[in-house]
């Protein structure tokens, strides 16, 4: 594949890196700035000090990690008084500075924009620094990819294009550095599954990047979408049948996951390339970070496959509710628009990242920022755990999690949650015949544990709980 050459302006890097409070339906964004109090999903590392950190590299970590919280001022203001704060102390702690940096921006899925902002506003004062940023990001993306650490790695990809449109990275390195990473959907003798993973991460960095690379290279974007449209076009779904949970489309599809996040982009790419969820704060900023120099990415080589690699495995996408399902006045995200799927991503990450503690989890779940106050966040949440628990060929976590989450989601709003909840089980029960048997065996499991909890009292319009039961295993052959 032919790659343009990359633009002039920046640092040529000659390095090559070789493989080795939100309510249901409420609360929206609102303000953010540092003095807040919620903290990276993941979890906590050790810092590179040789004895306890001081008190000013506290102070660092503090700011730097609470950035993004809610607050009276504006969240430009906020970012250019922490970046001010930030370049009077980078000559002294410019390493930790870049550590925290690197870990916030790499572990927070929901303020990434943030702090790509805050990266280039430090830029346009200290290239330098700015460079040694790019390359911490290229280095952490190469050893994920060393580790087998896909989920993470689809992470650090967003940040990178994101860096874009911070100008902090040139858009012809970003579309080279792309184009690499799509030349893997076309090796040979190598699992489908390494190429979906190549071409599902770059696919999903288009949220980020589609509306201004759009406006700076649209020839570029449009080659990049064909290449994995190609891919997507020729790559075998055999899969599918045997990963859907609910077997019939009727009244909901149920998608292969790179088709369902291809059919988004492409409503985005309809809508002119604008979402209404991703905070982008240096649109604001635009003055002063235009100042800055850009920097090119360094080289990096995808690893070669070897024989006992995983890859993440395909799934089929699990829908339950429409917005006829929701409450009059809410708006569910359709589930071919890209709001949807960035809201559904983030919150896979949030239960990976914090499922040990569910209570905390939880709440996390249910507070999580919308840019819209009327979504009903209860509703996605429910889905999301839902179709986690009954994933094929098996639940990402331990299946015992999910329930004990449950459990912590209702008692944290219990107003909501348990009518969410109710109406889930009556969908579910209604295509109770068209449910494969493995997914219907965990739902039985995971609602006797439910019930177990709330002394077995149920409300079935009328029927008791035998009743349901008996009728359930005539309508799905299963002895009673």
Same mark, same amino acid.
């Given at each position: 594949m032919q790659s343009d050459r990359m633009e002039n302006s920046g640092r040529a890097r000659e390095s090559r890196f070789d493989p080795g409070p939100q309510q249901r339906g409420g609360g929206g964004r609102g303000h953010y700035n540092q003095y807040g109090g919620r903290r990276s999903y993941g979890n906590e590392e050790e810092g590179d000090h040789d004895g306890a950190p001081s008190d000013i590299e506290k102070r660092?970590?503090?700011?730097? @990690?609470? $950035?993004?919280?809610?607050?009276?001022? *504006?969240?430009?203001?906020?970012? #250019?008084?922490?970046?001010?704060?930030?370049?009077?102390?980078i000559a002294n702690f410019?390493? @930790?500075? $870049?550590?925290?940096?690197?870990?916030? *921006?790499?572990?927070?899925?929901? #303020?990434?924009?943030?702090?790509?902002?805050?990266?280039g506003l430090l830029n346009v004062e200290n290239y330098a620094f700015g460079g040694e940023f790019v390359d911490g990001l290229a280095r952490k993306f190469r050893d994920l990819l060393n580790t087998g650490s896909y989920s993470q790695a689809e992470l650090v990809l967003r940040v990178i294009a994101d860096c874009a449109n911070s100008n902090m990275i040139s858009f012809s390195s970003l579309i080279m550095f792309m184009e690499i990473l799509l030349e893997v959907t076309y090796d040979k003798n190598i699992p489908q599954t390494r190429s979906d993973w190549y071409a599902y991460a770059v696919l999903s960095c288009m949220p980020w990047i589609g509306e201004r690379m759009n406006a700076t290279k649209p020839e570029e974007l449009r080659k990049l979408l064909e290449e994995i449209l190609s891919y997507i076009t020729r790559r075998k779904k055999i899969h599918v049948a045997a990963l859907r949970i609910i077997k019939s489309d009727d009244p909901l599809p149920q998608e292969d996951y790179l088709d369902s996040l291809w059919t988004q982009v492409e409503d985005l790419k309809n809508r002119q390339w604008r979402e209404k969820h991703i905070l982008r704060p240096y649109t604001a900023l635009e003055h002063v970070i235009s100042k800055g120099q850009t920097h090119n990415l360094p080289q990096i080589i995808p690893p070669s496959h070897e024989e006992g690699n995983q890859y993440p495995l395909p799934r089929v996408i699990f829908r339950l509710f429409d917005f006829t399902d929701c409450p009059e006045g809410s708006a569910l995200p359709p589930m071919n628009s890209i709001e949807r799927f960035l809201i559904e991503d983030d919150l896979y990450r949030l239960i990976e990242q914090r499922h040990e503690d569910r209570r905390n989890c939880a709440v996390l779940l249910l507070n999580y920022p919308t840019s819209q106050t009327n979504i009903p966040l209860d509703y996605i949440v429910t889905e999301v755990m839902l179709g986690q628990l009954m994933q094929l060929p098996k639940s990402p976590l331990k299946e015992i999690m999910y329930g004990a989450t449950i459990l912590e989601l209702c008692k944290v709003r219990q107003d909501v949650m348990l009518q969410t909840l109710a109406l889930a089980v009556s969908l579910l029960y209604e295509r109770v015949e068209h449910l494969n048997v493995s997914c219907l065996h965990r739902l039985a499991s995971w609602f006797a544990y439910h019930l177990s909890n709330y002394e077995f009292r149920w409300t079935w319009e009328g029927k008791d709980l035998g009743c349901v039961l008996r009728e359930t295993s005539v309508r799905c052959s299963i002895p009673y």
């Open positions: 660092l970590e503090s700011l730097i @990690t609470r $950035l993004g919280e809610r607050s009276n001022a *504006s969240l430009d203001n906020n970012i #250019k008084n922490l970046a001010r704060v930030l370049n009077g102390d410019k390493e @930790t500075i $870049l550590a925290i940096l690197l870990k916030c *921006s790499t572990t927070m899925p929901e #303020k990434i924009s943030i702090y790509t902002t805050l990266a």
